[in-house]
């Protein structure tokens, strides 16, 4: 009786393992489906790949923008000569000293055409296609990850049931040995029953292996390093879906974000034939302009002394021209001509107007300008670029009639494969029950010596296949309900 009631109530564990989502030993961290989506949207690094795409056409925006604003450069340079004097045309020219000389110059310009203006609106355009991207990224990897969230606990559920199964077969041999040894049971019996515990330790191994695979790919999908003992703890109940087609079309039409990532390129396409065909408007070019320059001799001995030639030779002549005033009669100016004489504030003067360098510049005139172009001919690359441009706006619209083709078709597809996953769960689970209710009675038929061990792993083995049906059915209707989800762009339970 000990071993009857233990063979129920394996039966009994067996049959909930099969029907209900596993659970394990281990007391690592728990993962649930919302953190599991929620890490692989930060780590995942093809989702980051396409989040990169937003930063670059932000930048793009920015220059866009920034192409409307004048362009502003400036200048400030040196410049060193040897105090060499040279030859041209048989006469000599420059100075005896050396020479340093800076510039400087600031300069204004800005370009204005309707290409110009189109820029930002098409930058504008390609960052929301860069966020539907993104969006369309986001719901694609919460697909794959559920999907493989859903792999990983159907494989547990799998183990759960091969560990359940292999406490029967242990059971069983310890059956066998029992009606070995008072005499109801054989030999054969017992090796038998071996031979099924040794096979069910494989098919245990196997499946515990198929367990740790599984998880690594969804750490995969992740992004991040699997910690141990971690636990799947998200449960998915199996209710009959209460959705209507008509609905569920409606909302992918408005919702999916393969879709609408689409019809954001589309829109961006359309910009671009705009652009392209500004460019046979005219470009107004402004500028303006101001600078400066400044000259210092290293050497003033030589101005100096030129300075003080000329003040004595002016003064000579003022002489000169007070004797012949004299002679004629005329006042005499030598107090005025007494004046004239290079005094140390002239020299001082002189140094003091040669003191320039670096920064002591003489101003240049400042300009301005403006000038309208147009391009009359370019060699047919206005028309290319028209063409180019037409062709991809065409591209975009036929991908977009293309995905809502298939979006139609793969909800439609999903809403079928649902539907008949459920029904094919329901009944799983008659066979299940009749399954199970068939190895209770060869159990006990064995147990009293009415049938052989051979009906007892017969009915063992078809109440296996009916828990690992049962299983996969499960999880093929999770993994649908999620195709589905994953089509329509929007949670539906």
């Known amino acids: 009786m000990r071993i009857q009631g233990l063979l129920a109530a394996l039966v009994v564990a067996t049959a909930s393992a099969a029907a209900q989502p596993p659970t394990t030993q281990a007391t690592g961290p728990v993962l649930t489906l919302d953190e599991a989506v929620a890490l692989a949207v930060r780590n995942n690094p093809q989702h980051l790949q396409t989040m990169s795409a937003r930063s670059r056409a932000g930048a793009a925006l920015r220059?866009?923008?920034?192409?409307?604003?004048?362009?502003?450069?400036?200048?400030?340079?040196?410049?060193?000569?040897?105090?060499?004097?040279?030859?041209?045309?048989?006469?000599?020219?420059?100075?005896?000293?050396?020479?340093?000389?800076?510039?400087?110059?600031?300069?204004?310009?800005?370009?204005?055409?309707?290409?110009?203006?189109?820029?930002?609106?098409?930058?504008?355009?390609?960052?929301?296609?860069?966020?539907?991207?993104?969006?369309?990224?986001?719901?694609?990897?919460?697909?794959?990850?559920?999907?493989?969230?859903?792999?990983?606990?159907?494989?547990?559920?799998?183990a759960n049931l091969q560990d359940t199964l292999l406490v029967g077969t242990q059971a069983q041999l310890d059956l066998a040995r029992a009606r070995q040894q008072v005499g109801a049971g054989t030999t054969l019996d017992v090796r038998r029953a071996e031979v099924a515990v040794g096979q069910q330790r494989v098919a245990v191994l196997r499946?515990?292996?198929?367990?740790?695979?599984?998880?690594?790919?969804?750490?995969?999908?992740?992004?991040?390093?699997?910690?141990?003992?971690?636990?799947?703890?998200?449960?998915?109940?199996?209710?009959?879906?209460?959705?209507?087609?008509?609905?569920l079309l409606d909302m992918a039409r408005a919702g999916n974000p393969a879709l609408l990532a689409l019809r954001s390129r589309e829109r961006s396409a359309d910009v671009g034939v705009s652009r392209a065909r500004s460019q046979w408007t005219p470009t107004l070019s402004l500028q303006t302009g101001i600078g400066g320059f400044s000259q210092?001799?290293?050497?003033?001995?030589?101005?100096?002394?030129?300075?003080?030639?000329?003040?004595?030779?002016?003064?000579?002549?003022?002489?000169?021209?007070?004797?012949?005033?004299?002679?004629?009669?005329?006042?005499?100016?030598?107090?005025?001509?007494?004046?004239?004489?290079?005094?140390?504030?002239?020299?001082?003067?002189?140094?003091?107007?040669?003191?320039?360098?670096?920064?002591?510049?003489?101003?240049?005139?400042?300009?301005?300008?403006?000038q309208l172009s147009f391009d009359v001919f370019n060699g047919f690359q206005r028309e290319q670029a028209i063409q180019e441009a037409s062709a991809a706006r065409n591209d975009a619209r036929y991908n977009v009639r293309a995905q809502e083709l298939r979006l139609t078709a793969d909800v439609t597809a999903a809403y079928l494969n649902l539907t008949t996953a459920y029904q094919t769960v329901r009944l799983q689970e008659q066979n299940q029950i009749a399954a199970r209710e068939a190895l209770t009675l060869a159990e006990e038929r064995f147990r009293v010596g009415a049938n052989t061990f051979v009906d007892v792993t017969q009915s063992r083995s078809e109440y296996e296949r009916a828990g690992t049906d049962l299983i996969n059915a499960i999880y093929d209707f999770h993994r649908a309900f999620a195709v589905l989800e994953s089509a329509v762009g929007r949670s539906l339970r």
């Open 207 to 247: 499946e515990r292996n198929n367990v740790e695979i599984e998880l690594l790919k969804l750490f995969q999908q992740i992004g991040v390093a699997q910690p141990a003992g971690v636990r799947l703890t998200t449960s998915f109940p199996v209710d009959e879906p209460k959705l209507q087609l008509s609905e």
């Open 63 to 158: 220059s866009a923008y920034g192409s409307m604003l004048p362009s502003i450069s400036t200048d400030f340079g040196t410049q060193y000569r040897e105090g060499r004097k040279q030859l041209f045309a048989g006469q000599a020219f420059g100075s005896e000293s050396d020479i340093l000389s800076s510039s400087a110059s600031l300069s204004v310009s800005a370009q204005l055409s309707m290409n110009s203006f189109m820029g930002p609106r098409q930058s504008r355009a390609n960052l929301d296609a860069a966020e539907a991207d993104i969006t369309s990224s986001a719901s694609t990897l919460r697909s794959t990850v559920v999907q493989q969230y859903l792999t990983a606990l159907q494989a547990q559920a799998r």
């Open 296 to 370: 210092q001799l290293r050497d003033l001995s030589g101005t100096i002394n030129s300075a003080r030639s000329q003040a004595v030779a002016q003064r000579g002549s003022c002489l000169t021209t007070d004797s012949i005033r004299v002679g004629a009669g005329l006042p005499s100016i030598f107090g005025f001509c007494n004046q004239i004489a290079f005094s140390p504030a002239d020299e001082a003067a002189i140094r003091s107007a040669n003191s320039q360098f670096p920064f002591s510049m003489s101003r240049n005139p400042i300009t301005f300008g403006a």
